[in-house]
């Protein structure tokens, strides 16, 4: 049996942990969110990805933005080459969808921050 190693990311902590790929057995763990942690990394991994966009005639010239929910990480090579050539005009608020649907993903790319 290969154990697979992991790091916890859901605290600060980094939890070093080793995961049995047959069983999810995990051992490291310091709390109990660990090994549904790192279950759910070995089946779908998934990250929300965070970027900036080119904003055209406003005070700042980017725009952080952000996926509206986690998306897999196979399709962040993607998401990144198509947020590269998008260019945003004020106004934007919060929350407001940048881009829809990028990258054929199902998830929308929202602004962090109001615009004006």
Known sequence: MSWVKVICILCPRGCHLRVN???YFVTGNQCPDGPEYAKKELQRPVRTVTAT?????GRFSRLPVKTEYPVNKDLIP???AALKNVVVSPPLNVGDVVVADIAGSGVN????????
């Open 78 to 80: 993607d998401i990144m």
């Open 109 to 116: 790319i929202v602004a962090t921050r109001k615009l004006k």
């Open 53 to 57: 966009v080119t904003v055209n005639g």
């Open 21 to 23: 790929p047959e069983t």
